[in-house]
């Protein structure tokens, strides 16, 4: 063939003719007795060339490596998921990106190993591949929240009956003053129905109260029966609470998450941790209910039962170390981002200014053209950011804030005529926190005097406005819910997102809703006043450390800028 012992060799082994001519040459040359053995040696070299190269072609991510695969086998999705034992919707997810077989349980390295023996490569060349970074493709629709746990937890109305009466009881043991023998280690509070703004579980109400605790909760469980049933195939009525405390099944659930995000979220922890919370040797809720073992298909004595629950506790435990020492969790929701290039303007609060001086330039137009209703939306939606601007809350306490002539809701007029707003600490979420006393803070006049002109010449002609004493009103009230609490303005983040979008396009071109408010007011504060982080945390009425927590970063850009002022002196002054 023309090569020399230094010539690399291989090639001649793909094209058919070639390597007939090269294999029936070697074998003529070859002794009698060996034919046979040289065939065989000849064509296992042409199968493990071929394997190889077909390898080395396939791309690095798992997805394109696998579309790869299933292109060159000319067969359908559903035929080769058939062969491998899986789903074609599973299937299809993989070739397609939008999810990814498991590689640290049983489970999924089996379909790994069946998937590598089915295309013919190697063990553990696609396993491989699934350790990429880029291991599931970027999700086009990731901004609106796609990967969001709607798309597979089970709504309320969707939880067998059985499970609803096991979450009832978990509710009502840890929200009553008296647990009996049971052992508990904290209370959750419970709260008007009234004063709360977010969805609520028909399992979280107790009486005219709901315990947003609870609420959380099942939210979390939702979202692993949903698991359960739309990932694993599991039957509604054959799910209990117990299912929630094997670390297998949460594994598998955690894994799920992991793989739809690309890596672990803050969240995944908190999951951990309720779920773990259930079992824990001495206030678990399932740890103390032994009849639980039934649903297992096990009967286990109190005692037993107590020892099978530590166990599990410790494997969760575990399970939460290696998470945490992997180094891959990281924040889910970046609340900074939509606000990023605000941030950085050297006077951030500056751009809320210019989106109020828009809006009264639009109203003044408004007021003339429509009528009084779109100019009663209008006037609320200028005096909520003005509100935000100087009193930066958080959304429940907007949505909930009241007023009422004999000055006993939230937002209050005092003997001189100013305005103050007034909340007691259950209203906050951080009760336990900076919320332990009464809050009263006054508005500025600014804002003040923008609210009480939509209080009395504006409100009165949004609908509702006489059958509740809430200060921001929708046009729409909500659906299947009675009473005053109809008119609560759950809608009143995306009326912010809105607002910002159209009137700051230029900064921030998908809005941002009021939490962020929080973020430009400390920037600017800090900026201008560097590491004065105990103020901070009096104007957004929190704690210090979750200040610094927040906005620690920002000390790193004072002592650089302390240390240039240094270099200056010193560069003015000369050298010594």
């Known amino acids: 063939a023309g090569r020399d012992d230094h010539d690399p060799a291989g090639a001649e082994l793909e ?130 929240n796609a990967l969001s746990a709607q798309h597979y937890a089970l709504k309320d109305s969707e939880l067998p009956t059985a499970l609803k009466t096991e979450i009832r009881k978990l509710v009502r043991y ?43 909760t099942i939210k979390t469980l939702r979202r692993f029966f949903g698991f359960l049933v739309k990932e694993e195939g599991w039957n509604p009525q054959d799910i209990r609470l117990v299912h929630a405390s094997d670390p297998g099944l949460v594994e598998g659930y955690i894994h799920f998450l992991r793989d739809r995000r690309g890596y672990y979220t803050k969240n995944v922890l908190s999951t951990l941790n309720d779920f773990a919370a259930l079992i824990h040797p001495e206030w678990g809720y399932i740890t103390q209910s032994p009849e639980m073992s039934s649903h297992l298909g096990l009967e286990k004595t109190p005692g037993q039962w107590a020892d099978f629950c530590e166990e599990r506790y410790q494997q969760f435990r575990r399970l939460i170390n290696q998470i945490k020492r992997s180094g891959q969790v990281r924040v889910g929701r970046k609340s900074k981002d939509p606000i ?77 005529g100013t305005w103050q707003l007034v909340y007691e600490p259950w209203e906050f979420k951080n009760e336990r926190g900076a919320a332990k006393e009464t809050y009263r803070a006054d508005i500025h006049p600014w804002a003040a005097n923008t609210l009480e002109d939509y209080l009395l010449n504006h409100r009165h002609n949004i609908k509702g406005a006489k059958e509740c004493d809430y200060v921001f009103l929708s046009r729409v009230p909500r659906r299947k819910v009675e009473g005053p609490a109809k008119h609560l303005f759950t809608g009143i983040g995306a009326l912010v997102v809105q607002i910002t979008r159209t009137y700051l396009s230029e900064v921030t071109p998908k809005g941002f809703g009021p939490h962020a408010f929080r973020h430009i007011i400390a920037t600017h504060y800090l900026k201008r006043h560097p590491g004065n982080y105990p103020l901070v945390a009096q104007i957004l009425h929190d704690t210090l450390d979750t200040v610094m927590e927040n906005y620690g970063h920002l000390q790193v850009g004072d002592g650089l800028a302390a240390w240039a002022e240094t270099v200056h002196t010193l560069l003015d002054r000369g050298a010594a």
């Open 174 to 216: 840890k929200t009553t003053a008296i647990t009996g023998n049971q052992k508990r280690n904290e209370v959750w509070r419970l709260k008007p129905i009234d004063s709360y703004a977010g969805y609520v579980s028909p399992l979280a109400i107790i009486g005219d109260e709901v315990c947003v605790s609870a609420n959380v």
């Open 340 to 416: 990023e290039h605000i941030l950085d303007h050297p006077e951030p609060a500056s751009w809320l200014f210019t989106m109020v001086d828009r809006m009264e330039k639009d109203f003044a137009l408004t007021k003339v053209s429509n009528g009084p209703s779109d100019a009663a939306g209008f006037a609320r939606n200028i005096a909520l950011v003005k509100l935000l601007t100087m009193n930066p809350l958080r959304l429940n306490q907007l949505a909930t804030m009241t007023y009422r002539e004999d000055n006993t809701g939230n937002l209050r007029r005092k003997h001189d």
């Open 15 to 144: 094209d058919d003719e070639t390597f007939t001519r090269i294999r029936d040459q070697v074998i003529e040359d070859g002794a009698a007795s060996n034919q046979r053995a040289m065939r065989s040696t000849l064509q296992a070299w042409r199968k493990s060339y071929r394997r190889l190269v077909h390898q080395a072609e396939l791309p690095e991510r798992f997805d394109e490596a696998l579309r790869v695969l299933v292109d060159r086998s000319n067969l359908s999705i559903p035929s080769i998921a058939r062969s491998i034992g899986t789903h074609a919707t599973t299937l299809r997810d993989w070739v397609k990106g939008a999810s990814a077989p498991w590689c640290s349980n049983e489970k999924g390295l089996r379909r790994i190993a069946a998937l590598e023996d089915f295309f013919g490569v190697d063990r553990g060349c696609l396993k491989l591949k699934l350790r990429s970074k880029n291991l599931v493709r970027k999700n086009p629709h990731a901004d609106k």
